[in-house]
């Protein structure tokens, strides 16, 4: 780049500002936040990013320099956005993985669900993973299950949410056989993704060993406690005392819509 082109050293200071203006703006939005999925919290998320990537490419050609911290994001995933400007319907898109990492509690939650419906006609299905996973998708919303994963013996894994604009709505059963094929990237309006992934970049710079021995200590002793709280919940057969509910709802952080894709 020649000199002619470079930006002012004004213009990197600008930038700065801009920086420190959208990290107040974040705070303020994140302490103000109504829910999980609070809009004002992506909103100001995306425009922090949006500022300090505009910084980071200002400190470079300037004064060959980085950043020292990278924002996570999907937005060089996806091409520039050509939908309506004005949409009168969307799509939302959503996925979120799961492993089974405990099978006798799934199980015995389909056993539960299995004797309460009393027109039931297979009342064999809890007994295979897979036919517990039918039974416990059946009964409950995907977003309760979402937030009651580890009570049904679920582990989260990624999550993914598109939101995408038309002109109108489908017609009823139009996309039904295939709901996933026909996904225009550039009807994409926003998407947010949640992933271990960005917990471990963060987590590689952390150098304090003695914090790390207390997490050791207390991820073990939480360990213990599980172990206990799911031998006392399972009798003989599997099944789940009455009155225990697992870990519960609310011990689950997240959704969002999950999380933004930050």
């Not at 801009?18 to 990290?23: D, F, R």
């Not at 004002?40 to 300037?62: G, P, W």
């Not at 039931?120 to 979402?146: K, N």
């Not at 697992?246 to 969002?256: F, L």
Request: hydrophobic share 35%; glycine share 6%; net charge negative.
């Amino acid at each position: 780049m020649s000199d002619a082109a470079q930006p002012t050293a004004a213009e990197v200071r600008a930038a700065a500002e801009a920086v420190k203006t959208a990290l107040d703006r974040h705070l303020a939005a994140v302490e103000r936040r109504s829910g999980e999925d609070d809009p004002a919290v992506y909103d100001a998320f995306n425009q922090l990013a949006a500022a300090a990537e505009a910084y980071d490419e200002l400190l470079y050609d300037r004064y060959d320099e980085v950043t020292p911290f990278e924002i996570p994001g999907a937005d060089d995933t996806l091409p520039p956005y050509t939908g309506p400007e004005e949409p009168s319907a969307l799509s939302v898109l959503i996925r979120r993985d799961y492993a089974v990492a405990e099978p006798q509690r799934l199980m015995a939650h389909a056993r539960r669900i299995e004797a309460a419906d009393e027109e039931s006609t297979d009342m064999d299905a809890s007994g295979t993973v897979h036919g517990a996973l039918s039974l416990l998708f059946g009964e409950f919303e995907p977003d309760e299950i979402a937030s009651r994963h580890k009570e049904f013996g679920l582990e989260e894994g990624d999550s993914t949410l598109w939101v995408t604009a038309a002109d109108e709505a489908a017609d009823p059963g139009e996309w039904l056989e295939a709901p996933f094929e026909q996904v225009d990237p550039q009807s994409v309006v926003c998407r947010f993704d949640v992933s271990a992934v960005f917990d471990d970049e963060f987590d590689d710079d952390l150098d304090d060993d003695d914090e790390e021995e207390d997490g050791d200590a207390d991820a073990d002793g939480d360990a213990a406690e599980l172990d206990e709280d799911l031998a006392a919940e399972l009798d003989e057969d599997g099944v789940e005392d009455d009155g225990s509910e697992g870990d519960g709802p609310g011990d689950t952080a997240v959704p969002a819509g999950l999380e933004a894709d930050r």
